[in-house]
């Protein structure tokens, strides 16, 4: 108690810089242990974080084939980023009803699998084939998420177990639906979807550049603004923020916890299966069977790095995306596994866990600083003298 | 030699939190085979300068002398080899171990399976325990389980855990607290008889008739500083009293007598089971009046909770009806409950009565966030959020650093109680529960809760106050309605009620049978 | 029959030394849902050791698999370190730091995988183990119906059967035992006996660590003969189904894990009698999964949990 805190616990530890000052301090840790692991296999990391830029299209390559530019590259980082920012922003909502979404890739690879065979396998015009797309992932995400949250409303089911063998389930389901009906035997994928139904158009004109049209990259950080308004100024956001507080309270103050936690798992899995549809008919073309994708997992750490706050999952998401894109071309140039992209994405997700502890050392820094005793810490004392 | 004569010295004790001195330069001696009293009211250092004796605290100044020698006791288990123990006002027992598990957890006598493999050997130990137990009359059940035997038998349990590591000085933190008028008589009696086996006993209190019956000594506490030290002998109560609250204090005045309007709550053979479907209210039937103050008294753990959570909707009834104002409110949400008028300070105020990670402001709407004119069409009007907190906070004098933006997590437990009660109150509901109100709040913030109930009372609110301080209920009660086993063993109004009726009754013995605890 | 019995015991007692591991962690009062990263990350520890000095021992050699059984369980505990180190001193949500723990496990069991691959042996991202030899015991196998327990039996299923009937003395028989399960049921009172919370919590979730990696070694010895991403097929998660089935308590977990193990060997029986195309085994393979979803809707509302599962134990409370 008496030790003065260190200047580093300070700095982390002052309530107003932390919401930045702590997924910074995260993103700088990973970074710096993945350094070491790059230097201890003999590769310098400043040239591999530099490659990883060019790779994603924020710097300039060295060189370029034809039609191909940095904007290509960055054009196909938006494509990837878009279903990155769905899927974060549905671990966020959950999160802030104190529920935790790890079934994200199962609603994705739902939604994707769903909106293909009924519009992407159609021939409906793009005007048309477009919105039904979205309109169909939102609902198949939706439905998934509705179904974790009743599991864990009526059976009292843990979210996270019952997500995971969700996920398992649909993709041995779907994977076998693909392979006995839908199975594309050149590329081993499912069939392509038509040009009209997917989201992101390609080979797009960009004067003497060809590129993705990212479309729903707009309508991701439009949502975005949209959950920020949702959770901080409606009485659904009460409710919801109230319930993820502390769901005995809301309960006393008459919320319904219940249809609650259903509702806030169900517009999870909606965001999650707009996810969906813009990875699978958006950023592919195709379904791999048998495999989950690896944004539903990245997205967990995007949430936890923006802090809960929808619109600083738009940064971190494309801090996650910018690495996730840029390693394999880091990967060619400093020659290690472009796997140790998932590796940085892990750390950082390890110290942004951390965070509740800079938090409350925070808390407890306040407390040396305006000796107002801080109630929570005599809490089942009675007496409580401090 | 005259050293020998003190078993525990502090000397010139000081221990700051941050903002709060919490013992200012305290020099305590503690004489062997003593009943020594620290008296003081909530918050004026007392539980702080036992956990410094105890091992949870380090002094920050001062010096610690035990049986003549200077020592820093770092740990509990430090302490315990300086044979300190210490009973604390919350039970730290092991819920699903036995009587003896819990005992001898951390001293488990080892036996080695076929010489071999070491194991805990329960038979020795249960055998030792029922030893022990009869020893200082101590009558416990060595293989109950914790969480099937009542309070009473738990609090033995911790005097024996103290006893079985041998420990010489024994600390008891609010003992009283949680017992019945006739389990309290019955603790004092082993106090004594603990005496006469030789320990010293530190008897952590403000109940001044315990201390007057049972203590040889008697310091006081205020605001961390040492205000007296007494022979309870040749001291009285009332010099005592004065004293530990710094100032004369008034005796609060008895409610005005009022006139009783209509019934306002009608509770009709409620029934309430618990999570393992065993019953804990047991068809319970009373009425309250506009006007009225109806309260609950009982030990803890009767039932008295459970009425009052059916009541309100937090917990499911089994069977019965509860009518609120004429309306049949029985399968009512909460919702629908709070708009009918019913108004719920609970128990537990920072699990239940607020979200503590919330700024003030949004505490204070809890109840009213969704309606107009906060709510506008599903959008919450922050300016009348922080308008509204402003005017309560003002009201109510609720000290919070930052206005209606401070963190409720941050506030001293008697202004989170104030701003549970101000929202409370300002539902304008026309029935209001309490549970417990003015639990470990010192004297000031429990006058102020006291005098908030009967204004409500006098506004014609039909009241139901659950408590388990006896003396509060007799403070302000119209009617008692005691419980005990999950039913309604006695309604009368207070009047009619003696405090060793009421007493009796707590205890599930009514005013024929003997108590034989 | 005989199959459905020794592919169902092959299964089913990997998943009970793993969901063992998480009652340990678990009744000290610590949620483990890092059970799939620890069984990963130690049978990773055990991989590796093999591929560096697999050369040194004959093909199938038995002394090679007990070390490198040694060696996962020492694997699992260090990794399990650090949700130790997150859930005990940094006050890390215990449910988001096992997710954590689980994707850091997964991305850098596999990237060192294919480094260590790449730059070293030149070969595939896998690391091969191939399958265990496999023994009968004599007389007993011999018995009709019963006797398949006895056939055909990996010698890791011998070890994990010891090993259970140890833990299962030591968490209810010794001190120790009494003093995790009373770290779970009230720290309190454990912190009041002068006994260290933390440090009794950071044992048993090592000893968590340690049971894991045995059953996700147990696994790469059997049913994917080598160590690759495909070790991680929420056996992690099935296990903790089957502890909530099991009510936190040993001998239930035990028939938890046997209905799991046998239900799947049943399944792929059936699948094989039926004469099903090799797609359809993918169907078969959500069996576990829709089992577990099953147990959980009938069970998960009567069980209780431990106490103070979950809690952070803060001393300076008090």
């Known amino acids: 108690m008496k030790k003065r805190p260190h200047i580093f616990t300070r700095l982390l530890g002052d309530s107003k810089l932390q919401p930045f000052v702590i997924p910074v301090f995260s993103v700088v840790c990973s970074l710096a242990a993945a350094s070491i692991v790059l230097l201890i296999i003999g590769r310098n990391p400043l040239i591999a974080f530099r490659s990883i830029l060019q790779g994603a299209g924020l710097l300039p390559r060295g060189s370029y084939s034809a039609g191909k530019g940095m904007l290509t590259d960055l054009l196909n980082t938006l494509s990837a980023l878009t279903p990155m920012i769905f899927a974060a922003l549905g671990v966020t909502v959950a999160f802030k009803a104190g529920l935790f979404n790890i079934g994200v890739s199962g609603q994705m690879l739902f939604a994707g699998y769903i909106a293909s065979v009924t519009i992407g396998y159609s021939d409906l015009p793009a005007y048309a084939a477009r919105p039904l797309v979205l309109l169909i992932g939102f609902a198949c995400g939706a439905l998934i998420g509705a179904l974790i949250g009743l599991l864990k409303h009526r059976f009292n089911i843990n979210e996270v177990v019952s997500s995971i063998m969700i996920n398992y389930i649909l993709q041995y389901v779907i994977g076998f639906f693909i392979l006995t009906r839908h199975i594309d035997p050149v590329s081993r994928q499912s069939v392509a979807v038509s040009a009209a139904a997917r989201l992101v158009p390609q080979s797009v004109h960009y004067g003497t550049l060809k590129g993705d049209l990212p479309l729903c990259i707009l309508l991701a950080i439009i949502v975005a603004f949209i959950l920020r308004f949702v959770i901080n100024r409606t009485r659904y956001g009460f409710d919801l923020l109230a319930v993820g507080a502390n769901p005995k309270a809301a309960r006393y103050a008459g919320i319904r916890v219940g249809s609650t936690v259903v509702t806030s798992m169900t517009l999870s899995g909606a965001l999650a299966g707009l996810a969906g549809v813009t ?39 494309l801090l996650v995306t910018v690495i996730d894109k840029g390693s394999t071309y880091m990967s060619s140039m400093v020659k290690v596994e472009r796997e140790i992209a998932a590796v940085i994405t892990g750390l950082i997700l390890l110290f942004s866990a951390c965070g509740a502890y800079f938090k409350y050392l925070a808390e407890r820094n306040q407390l040396a600083a305006t000796g107002e005793p801080a109630n929570s810490e005599k809490k089942d004392d009675g007496e409580g003298d401090a | 030699m005259a050293e020998q004569e003190y078993i525990a010295e502090m000397r010139h004790i000081t221990k700051r939190f941050p903002g709060v001195v919490a013992n200012n330069d305290i020099s305590l001696s503690i004489r062997k085979g003593e009943i020594f009293a620290l008296l003081g009211e909530n918050g004026a250092g007392k539980s702080t300068l036992m956990s410094i004796l105890f091992g949870l605290y380090e002094p920050d100044e001062g010096e610690l002398i035990i049986r003549g020698k200077p020592v820093r006791i770092s740990s509990p288990s430090h302490a315990a080899k300086l044979s300190i123990g210490m009973v604390h006002q919350h039970f730290r027992l092991v819920e699903n171990f036995t009587v003896t598990e819990n005992i001898v957890l951390g001293l488990e006598p080892t036996r080695r399976l076929l010489g071999l493999l070491p194991y805990v050997d329960l038979k020795t130990a249960n055998r030792e325990i029922a030893e022990l137990s009869r020893r200082y009359g101590l009558e416990v059940e060595p293989t109950a389980v914790i969480e099937e035997i009542g309070v009473s038998m738990r609090q033995r349990v911790e005097i024996l855990k103290m006893l079985y590591r041998g420990a010489e000085i024994l600390i008891f933190d609010e003992p009283t607290a949680m017992l019945a008028p006739q389990e309290i008589e019955y603790l004092l009696k082993i106090l004594l008889s603990l005496r006469e086996g030789g320990k010293t006993i530190i008897l952590i ?142 128990e537990d105020r920072q699990s239940t009565g607020l979200v503590l990670d919330f700024a003030l402001d949004r505490n204070l709407a809890l109840r009213r966030y969704y309606k107009l004119p906060i709510n506008v069409r599903g959008v919450l009007n922050n300016r009348a959020i922080s308008d509204d907190a402003v005017g309560l906070i003002e009201q109510y004098d609720i000290r919070a650093g930052r206005g209606g933006a401070t963190q409720v997590r941050s506030m001293s437990g008697g202004n989170q109680q104030k701003a549970i009660v101000a929202r409370e109150i300002e539902t304008g509901a026309g029935l209001m529960i309490f549970v417990q109100p003015t639990r470990g709040l010192d004297i000031g913030a429990t006058r102020a809760i006291h005098r908030h109930i009967l204004d409500q009372r006098a506004l014609g609110k039909a009241i139901l106050l659950i408590s388990l301080e006896l003396d509060e209920v007799m403070a302000l009660a119209d009617t008692v309605g005691v419980m005990y086993g999950g039913e309604m063993t006695r309604i009368a109004p207070l009047s009619d009620l003696s405090y060793d009726e009421i007493g009796a009754y707590m205890m599930g013995v009514g005013n024929s049978a003997e108590v034989t605890e | 029959m005989d199959v459905v019995i020794i592919d169902g015991l092959s299964y089913a007692l990997p998943l009970l030394c793993i969901a063992i591991g998480g009652i340990y962690s678990e009744r000290s009062g610590v949620t483990n849902l890092a059970l799939e990263g620890l069984l990963g990350a130690g049978a990773f520890i055990g991989a590796l050791f093999v591929a560096f000095f697999g050369g040194y021992f004959p093909t199938g050699s038995l002394p ?170 929420g056996a992690g998660y099935l296990a903790i189904a089957a502890l909530i089935f099991g009510n936190w308590k040993i001998i239930p977990t035990v028939g938890a894990c046997l209905l799991f193990g046998l239900a799947r060997s049943g399944g792929y029986r059936l699948a094989n009698v039926l004469a099903l195309p090799s797609s359809f085994s993918d169907l078969i393979m959500i069996l576990p999964y829709v089992l577990t979803l099953l147990v959980l809707i009938f069970f998960s509302g009567t069980n209780r949990a431990p106490r103070a599962l979950g809690e952070i134990y803060d001393k300076g409370k008090r």
């Open chain 3, 64 to 233: 090679l698999m007990f070390i490198a059984m040694a060696c996962a369980m020492v694997g699992g505990a260090l990794y399990a370190m650090l949700h130790g180190l997150l859930c005990v001193k940094f006050r890390a949500n215990q449910v988001i730091s096992g997710v954590v723990i689980n994707i850091l496990a997964m991305a850098i069991t596999v990237f060192l995988t294919r480094q260590i691959n790449s730059t070293l042996f030149k070969s595939s991202d896998k690391i091969q183990l191939g399958v265990s030899p496999r023994f009968d015991v004599p007389w007993l196998s011999k018995i009709p119906i019963i006797g398949a327990v006895f056939k055909s039996v990996y010698p890791f299923e011998v070890i994990i059967v010891a090993v259970v009937a140890i833990m299962w003395y030591i968490l209810y028989r010794t001190r120790f035992g009494m003093r995790l399960r009373a770290c779970g049921d009230n720290p309190h009172a454990v912190d009041s006996a002068g006994l260290s919370v933390q440090r009794t919590r950071f044992a048993a979730v090592m000893i968590s660590g340690a049971l894991t990696g045995l059953g996700g070694i147990s696994f790469a010895y059997s049913i994917s003969a080598n160590f690759s991403s495909s070790i991680y097929t």
């Open chain 1, 279 to 317: 990875h699978y008919l958006g950023y592919y073309n195709s379904i791999q069977p048998k495999s989950l994708t690896s944004v539903g997992f990245d997205s967990i750490a995007v949430s936890l790095l923006g802090n809960g706050n929808p619109v600083g999952v738009l940064f971190s998401s």
């Open chain 2, 205 to 346: 209190s403000h109940k001044l008739a315990e201390i007057k019956q049972v203590a040889d000594r008697c310091a006081i506490l205020n605001r961390g500083k040492l205000v007296g030290l007494f022979d309870v002998a040749d001291t009285s109560t009332q010099q005592m009293a004065s004293v530990m609250v710094g100032r004369e204090l008034a005796p609060e005045e008895p409610p005005p007598p009022m006139e009783f309007g209509a019934e306002v709550l009608r509770v009709d053979k409620l029934n309430v089971l618990n999570i393992d479907k065993f019953p804990v209210v047991k068809d319970v039937s009373f009425g309250v009046r506009a006007g009225e103050i109806f309260a609950i008294a009982g030990v803890d753990g009767n039932g008295q909770v459970e009425v009052a959570d059916a009541i309100a909707g937090l917990a499911k009834l089994h069977s019965g009806t509860i009518t609120l104002a004429g309306t049949d409110i029985t399968g009512a949400s909460i919702r629908e409950r709070t708009e009918l008028g019913l108004a719920f300070v609970p």
